[in-house]
């Protein structure tokens, strides 16, 4: 793989953002990453996110935004939906039809896929063949470390050919995760080909800021986007008086919000915050659910934390609380439902009184993938192999 000489190096990143605030998040830090390696690269980021407000953004990345699609569970069933009206099929049309005029006008060196390798409703596949036959653009897969548990993953990737789409379109598969944690190849039984193509580089775990001078007896309560978070909120707050903090994620319900400010007026509610670092490093726990980025953020902070994980609509988030408990890092709940004072108390009380020492704990685990991408970025652009 060679990029082209042409100054500035071109980077087109996609993330497809039907539900919450990972896919973008896990983009950002990909972008900063690249800078470092390649500060003149040019890098635009095309997203179907209506988040945007929420982040970060840096000044010398481009944002191309896509009509946004959500992802909805109706009736035990995952459906996407469009947000201004229009039938989603439409939506998709336009996606696909700026995706692909963006690539024949940018023609990108690089061109970062956020874990949908054919984009969401199929809408990257034109796109892809049409970088197949031109020939000049490194195409890389970027994914998390855990995607699903092994019987969902073989299904999705059955229905959508998902082995011949890696095998013969992507260049490069870059797992976002540790090999000797969660070995991804050997979990899912990866053909040969692709597994030759993956590059383990580590967890996105930003730099540790300055520790706080104090910790407040203040418990963190964190849900990502806040999709799906109003009901676990809601069974903490219900079940304990200690003093919360909560940070609700800018996708709860209007409805939602309103009931908690209501029924508990003591708490301290924020919908979302730019620097939630701070927040989780001052307070004595943390509770939350285990998305990708949550986890990266309690390796950062290196807090005590009870990990409540999504089991629904599938167990990502409950396979890496599982391997993770495994090694001592968190304590962690199954089902939330069966949740009350007495076991609430219990669990916090283990997380906080653990005498492991919880920073060797997370030292052994790789967590320099910001680093280990800018490298990998660094050699790409010179054309020097990454194997």
Known sequence: MTASS??????????????GMGHITRALKMIRAIKTAENSASITLITGSNTLSCHNIPETADVIKIPTVRLEHVAGTQVNKSVNGLPVSMVFKIREGILLETIKNLKPDFFFVDFSALGEGNELIKSLLYLKQSGKTIVCLALRDILWDKETLQKKWQSKNYTMVLETLYDKILVFGD?????????YGFSETISGKMVYLGYLVDATGKPPEKKNDRILICVGGGTDGFRLIDKILSSSGRDFIVVTGPYISAKDFEHLRKNYPAVRLIRDTKDLYSIMTESSCVISMLGYNTFCELLQCKVPAVIMPRVFPDKEQLLRAQVFHKQGLFEYIEDIQALDRESLEALISRAINNTRDRASMISAIDTEGIRKFSDFFGKAVHGIATE
Do not use: G, N
């Not at 042409?6 to 539900?19: E, G, N, R, S």
């Not at 090999?179 to 991804?184: A, G, I, N």
């Open 6 to 19: 042409k100054q500035p190096i071109k980077v087109l990143m996609y993330t497809h953002d039907t539900m």
């Open 179 to 187: 090999k000797s944690v969660f070995d991804m190849a050997q979990e």
